[in-house]
């Protein structure tokens, strides 16, 4: 039984630009034979853009790179059929693939750092593609080049065709990639998490482009992406993996409308956002089955909360509803009626513990020196933090928000005293932090702590987990004796909704999200009043994501903490936090209560920032965002540092620094447009 | 650019001065002068008065630092420290037991030396680098399994068993070159062949095997797979964008030596008897001439201080993020 007789091929099939037909891949590992792509089948049309949609480790990226034969040595395509403009890929021999490769198919990828050649220029990197695919050379070659820079946007082109990738901001790297990938003029683009690793603004401005680009030239594009708000704004056919295997596909309207498989319904259960706040997020419970075995049954069914008996022993075949394909039981006669699942339980706010702040800072500042010359003379100063006041109150969450480089993780390490202030206060209780000698600080840190954002990189890997836990209490001496200890790190893995019993492994034994809940074990360990929480999610899935959320709303309502969340993903913010400062180039630019900042905002960037989040309804491309990008802290504009972004900017932004307006209750904003009443602003 | 070589070349002073500190300490308060004389002397002829006539005619009669008995500035002049410390920072070496300038000799023992050095060294790098993108190019076959196999089993033997197996098969059996000796001129090559063949050869196992596991790392790199989905050939893959990428660690290894050159190679000078620098501190280290090995120490460092300089400055020619300010 394959895949090719039982999908429902679309009407328009001449018009396929690419056909996919039963993919596997094999990958081979010491252990076991991985079938990490299993009988995937879809079409890319000219001109349309097929979203590939998935969680880590379903296969999505091992699909693109089947397609452009660049699996990695140990993996192979065991069956299928890939057709390209009418020809097999697969059948083609290797030098006449490499046509193909960068000139007919063109791939960009998610790490735009780490994707491009350090040590080659950007129009070395360029002209490499116009030389081999259109015999473009010298002269020609850069006028070519020239052009596509400025096709995607890149200010003073000529400038950058001889810098270094180093030289570029993520944003800008992301755009010569995209220059590459179009060089070739190929008629598809694999465009693999392109925008995963840039701020939304960015992200916004790079989906733009390629949109654009896309209706320009009439290309095809297969989007890889996790993300359903691209998916949403990008899309016209989407196609949801998992386990190796696609489990829906349909048009973008119709799958927004109303998801089908409850894998598909789960994801976009897992969002959080602001109606959900209170209430406790969706979660997947178990984990993606391993892919070394054949599985009799569907892969999702002992996730699944509508399974049945059949779903263990019967693999679902595609069922067509609406012009959806799903590949689930539930279709089997008619469209299944699903019952929007009702909001997770509420979880209680925490009891208001004593009056006053938990911490507050005034007028914090970190400034990094500049050194040159022979004798290292400080020339300038990189102002990271410049004037920060916060407060946090006991059991509430402040969230600090803000693009890359705007200084928010370094207010996280200066309240922390891990970075030392330059001037300011760091008022912790009726205790000032700043200026504390290492060993004065000490008492202090069982009541502050850190939860990192890559929980790969945050633990020690030869480390066991209960060593991890043992360390800090030790270090801070919290609990009399080693039994105690002991008997406490249990009760903290319990706590995060880990087995006691796992105490003896090392974090390699761990998937992203058991990590994070290590991560927050260790914090907790010392009982601390507040955790900076340094973008605790951004590297996890959306269903681990919600986990964590919801661990961290449960351990505020519990132990009344306070939370410092660093973060730039603003659908957390609303789900979670109290209240919102949003940070540009090192100082507060809006505070205030969340409904208040995120319902009502003021500031131009405030509103640019959620201008340029991907909403999910279902509607294609983007409301304006911010223009241009986040400039050097060490030269930052005169006036308001937001003026050459910002559409209202006038005479007055460019020569002085706005004052602070209040606009009722703790919401504060320093914009001149707010405060003199003008270009549409409050 | 300037400023930092500048500023570097400061640093080296005070790191100079300390390895001269430490040189003689070794030579003159470790060892003193007493017991070089008795070692050189010989059990039977050391009396105090040939311990004594020693010392004078070497002149490390004189006290260490400081020469009360003379006057104004040769009471620091007029030392032990001076004379034979000091003075090597202006390449004044003295002479030698045998009554040879040691300068003098150390300038015409270079060019024997660098005449097996430094096409060992470009030979062997060309070798080493080509042999490890080969294994790289055919990377989980069984030529690069073989490969490694055999760098490992070349890295297991002795040094000394290339050398004289070498000159017993190609010398000996085939006859093809002298087995050992020197002349100046073009006429020289043919007693160069051999020994820069050794080394190359003897090099081989260790280098190619670590050349390979840089270039395995670069491979690997997230812009390698960028490059290939352009459609370029694996080899113009691993030409244009490893290759350049994987000399910034390889520089690390290979630029600090090539001011050591100068100072030859201690075992092939002697098997082959090269009258280069090597054989020279070989030589020195039998007769101990305490003198040309205290010369030899002080070169060595000079040299090595250079090398780093140089590894410093060539990464801004291959690295375009490094900037020396």
């Known amino acids: ?682 | 650019m300037f400023g930092y070589i500048v500023r570097r070349a400061l640093y080296a002073l005070p790191i100079l001065l300390g390895v001269n500190l430490l040189t003689f300490a070794l030579f003159f308060v470790v060892n003193t002068p007493d017991d070089m004389a008795r070692m050189q002397l010989g059990a039977k002829r050391v009396t105090p008065e040939a311990i004594e006539n020693w010392k004078a005619e070497r002149g490390y009669d004189k006290p260490r630092f400081y020469n009360d008995k003379a006057f104004g500035v040769s009471k620091f002049t007029d030392t032990i420290f001076y004379d034979k410390s000091l003075k090597m920072f202006a390449f004044e070496f003295g002479a030698a037991d045998d009554g040879r300038d040691i300068a003098e000799e150390i300038r015409s023992r270079m060019v024997p030396s660098l005449a097996i050095a430094l096409p060992t060294f470009l030979l062997g790098l060309y070798v080493t680098v080509s042999l490890a993108l080969l294994l790289v190019f055919f990377r989980q076959t069984a030529l690069d399994f073989s490969g490694v196999v055999l760098c490992v089993a070349m890295m297991s033997v002795s040094s000394l068993f290339y050398i004289i197996g070498g000159q017993w098969l190609v010398a000996k059996i085939w006859q093809l070159v002298p087995i050992s000796g020197y002349t100046g001129g073009l006429d020289g090559a043919r007693f160069l062949i051999l020994p820069v063949l050794v080394s190359v050869v003897a090099g081989i196992g260790a280098n190619t095997r670590w050349y390979r596991t840089i270039f395995l790392e670069e491979v690997s790199r997230d812009y390698v797979r960028t490059a290939r989905a352009k459609g370029l050939s694996e080899l113009r893959v691993l030409f244009r964008h490893v290759l350049k990428n994987a000399m910034i660690p390889v520089l690390t290894g290979v630029v600090v030596v090539i001011p050591l050159l100068f100072m030859g190679s201690l075992l092939v000078e002697s098997f082959f008897g090269i009258p280069g620098l090597g054989s020279y501190t070989i030589d020195a280290i039998n007769a101990q001439d305490f003198s040309v090995v205290r010369a030899m120490v002080f070169i060595g460092s000079l040299l090595y201080i250079v090398g780093l300089l140089l590894t410093d400055i060539s990464y801004t020619l291959v690295d375009p993020r490094v900037r020396l300010e």
Request: glycine residues 10%; hydrophobic residues 45%.
């Open chain 1, 1 to 682: 039984m394959t895949m090719l007789e039982e999908l429902p091929k679309p009407a328009a099939l001449a018009a396929d630009l690419l056909a996919v037909r039963g993919l596997k891949v094999e990958l081979q590992t010491p252990r076991a034979t991985l079938r990490p792509v299993d009988g995937v089948s879809f079409a890319v049309r000219a001109g349309e853009t097929f979203a590939l949609l998935g969680e880590s480790g379903c296969g999505k990226s091992m699909t693109a790179l089947a397609l452009m034969r660049l699996l990695p040595m140990a993996a192979r395509i065991a069956a299928g059929q890939v057709e390209f403009s009418g020809r097999d890929l697969l059948a083609r021999p290797e030098a006449a693939m490499r046509e193909v490769r960068g000139g007919q198919i063109a791939m960009i990828f998610q790490e735009p750092s780490t994707s491009l050649n350090p040590v080659m220029t950007v129009f070395d990197q360029i002209a490499e593609v116009l030389g081999l695919h259109r015999g473009l050379y010298g002269e020609a070659a850069r006028g070519e080049a020239l052009r596509l820079l400025g096709a995607v946007g890149i200010p003073d082109p000529a400038e950058r065709l001889s810098a270094y990738p180093f030289e570029l901001s993520g944003g800008m790297k992301q755009r010569v990639m995209i220059a590459m990938a179009l060089a070739g003029e190929p008629q598809l683009l694999i465009a693999d998490e392109p925008t995963t690793a840039l701020d939304v603004t960015i992200q916004a401005q790079v989906l733009e482009v390629l949109m654009r680009l896309q209706a320009e030239r009439g290309m095809g594009m297969l989007l890889i992406t996790h993300d359903l708000g691209v998916v949403s704004k990008m899309a016209h056919q989407v196609g949801v993996m998992y386990a190796g295997e696609l489990v829906e596909t349909g048009d973008r309207a119709h799958f927004f409308a109303a998801p089908l498989h409850p894998y598909s319904r789960k994801l976009f259960a897992a969002l959080p956002s602001e109606a959900l706040r209170g209430h406790a997020l969706e979660t997947l419970q178990g984990t993606v089955p391993p892919l070394d075995r054949a599985f009799a049954g569907c892969r999702f069914a002992d996730r699944c909360p509508a399974v049945m008996a059949r779903c263990h022993s019967e693999a679902p075949g595609w069922h067509s509803v609406d012009g959806q394909q799903v590949r689930c039981h539930l279709f089997e006669n008619e469209r299944a009626e699903w019952v929007k699942a009702a909001p997770g339980a509420v979880v209680p706010a925490a009891a208001a513990k004593a009056d006053g702040p938990v911490l507050e800072t005034r007028g914090l500042e970190v400034h990094f020196p500049i050194r040159k010359g022979l004798f290292k003379r400080v020339v300038g100063h990189v102002r990271a933090v410049d004037g920060v006041s916060l407060s946090i109150s006991a059991g509430r969450t402040l969230a600090l928000v803000g693009e890359s480089g705007c200084g928010k993780t370094t207010v996280g390490k200066a309240i922390l005293q891990l970075v030392r202030p330059t001037a300011g206060e760091v008022l912790f209780g009726k205790h000032q932090l700043v200026g504390l000698s290492p060993q004065a600080m000490k008492p202090h840190r069982k009541g502050l702590q850190m939860v990192f954002q890559d929980p790969f990189a945050s633990l020690n890997p030869r480390m066991r987990i209960g060593d991890i836990l043992l360390e800090g209490m030790a270090a801070l001496k919290v609990g009399e004796s080693l039994e105690a200890r002991s008997a406490r790190i249990d009760e903290l893995l319990q706590r995060v909704g880990l087995d006691p019993a796992m105490r003896s492994r090392f974090p390699h034994e761990f998937s992203g999200g058991q990590r994070q809940r290590i991560a927050i074990a260790r914090a907790l360990a010392v009982a601390p009043a507040l955790i900076v929480c340094d973008e605790p999610t951004s590297a996890l899935d959306v269903s681990v994501q919600a986990q964590i959320l919801n661990l961290l709303r449960e351990l505020q309502a519990e132990l009344g903490l306070s939370y410092l969340f660093i973060t730039h993903n603003l659908a957390v913010v609303d789900y979670l936090a109290h209240d919102v400062a949003v940070m540009y180039l090192g100082r507060i630019v809006e505070a205030g209560p969340a409904e208040q900042v995120l319902r009502a905002p003021a500031h131009p960037y405030t509103r640019a920032l959620l201008a340029a989040v991907p909403k999910l309804d279902g509607e294609h491309g983007f409301a304006a965002g911010a223009g241009g990008e986040i400039p050097s802290p060490i030269n930052p504009p005169g006036g308001c540092h937001f003026h050459p972004r910002c559409p209202l900017a006038r005479e007055v932004c460019r020569g002085e620094y706005p004052g602070q307006t209040t606009l009722g209750g703790s919401h504060v904003v320093h914009c001149h447009a707010v405060s003199e009443g003008w270009g549409g602003a409050h």
